[in-house]
């Protein structure tokens, strides 16, 4: 689980955009994050988000993603 270290990407209301400042966790999940395309500075919008909230609808470089509660707990943004 994230950190209480600020603003996470769970946080972020459905049509706002986002940008990621740091990636919490460690090894495999830092990992996955990474491999879809999520690293520091890059700008990722809300679209959708599942009615109990997992998973969460992102784009991300121009494609859709989704996204666990558990991952998007884990992105610091501003």
């Known amino acids: 689980m994230a950190e209480e270290q600020g603003k996470t990407l769970r946080d972020v209301a459905i049509g706002e955009t986002a940008i990621v400042r740091r990636l919490n966790g460690e090894g495999a999940l830092k990992r996955h994050i990474m491999d879809m395309g999520i690293t520091k500075g890059?700008?990722?919008?809300?679209?959708?988000?599942?009615?109990?909230?997992?998973?969460?609808?992102?784009?991300?470089?121009?494609?859709?993603?989704?996204?666990?509660?558990?991952?998007?707990?884990?992105?610091?943004?501003?």
């Open 42 to 78: 890059t700008d990722i919008s809300v679209r959708k988000v599942a009615p109990l909230g997992d998973p969460i609808e992102v784009t991300v470089r121009g494609y859709e993603l989704s996204l666990r509660k558990s991952e998007a707990e884990s992105i610091l943004v501003a």
